[in-house]
């Protein structure tokens, strides 16, 4: 998972009345992970992410460390419709990009990775933005989302969350380097902002993600 990949604002008072057990409403699930190193998938010791799931939609709370002060993070939902459809069983990179047996790109002339278009549809995948923000001197962060059933609005491809409970949720957080002046705005807000137009989009990079399993 390398390239997974818009704010919806969401204060923490609501979003933490939105995920309390106590308060939750009937038919809402909720799921804590760790957050993991795209690096070599090790789970990252004092993080929580934690997925609401509710019928209109999900909610998600991500609070996590070791990310470089001053920098703009974005965080981004990966949203597989139809879990069932990734190869192999388990739904990564390899259901969005064209992959060899080695679990290498297999690139365009120009050397960009090509979209795998078959497994896209085949799992009805999306990427839609969550969050973004810079980082604060102490190098943690919480990142918040919400995604409501149906809504494309966010997304970098795909038709968006048909199903919240049913649907395989990836969190990806994206750090795009040191913030810019006058371009903070553009970094916080889109997938390559303040990165290089072609890839690999240096010096953007994704750094951490987590998997919440279907809850159906």
């Known amino acids: 998972m390398t390239i997974y990949t818009r704010v919806i604002s969401t204060s923490g008072s609501i979003v933490a009345c939105l995920v309390s057990g106590s308060l939750a409403l009937a038919g809402e699930k909720i799921q804590t992970v760790k957050m993991q190193h795209f690096e070599d998938a090790s789970f990252i010791e004092d993080t929580e992410a934690m997925l609401t799931r509710m019928d209109s939609g999900i909610y998600m709370s991500i609070d996590t460390v070791g990310l470089t002060p001053g920098h703009a993070v974005t ?36 050397g960009s990775p090509p979209m795998n278009g078959g497994g896209i549809e085949a799992a009805g995948i999306s990427a839609l933005r969550a ?35 049913a649907a395989e949720i990836h969190a990806v957080i994206r750090d795009h380097s040191d ?31 987590a998997i919440f399993k279907p809850a159906m």
Request: a negative charge; aromatic letters at 10%.
């Open 131 to 165: 969050d973004g923000l810079v980082i604060d001197i102490d190098g943690k962060a919480q990142f918040l989302g919400r995604l409501p059933i149906g809504d494309p609005s966010e997304a970098i491809f795909g038709s968006g969350m048909a199903n919240a409970h």
């Open 179 to 209: 913030a810019k002046p006058g371009k903070v705005n553009e970094m916080v807000n889109s997938f390559n902002g303040g990165c290089a137009d072609s890839f690999p989009f240096a010096p953007c990079t994704d750094l951490q993600f």
């Open 75 to 110: 965080a981004w939902f990966v949203v597989f419709n139809n879990p069932a459809a990734c190869s192999g069983d388990e739904c990564g990179e390899d259901d969005i990009f064209n992959m060899d047996a080695d679990g290498k790109f297999i690139l365009n002339a120009d």
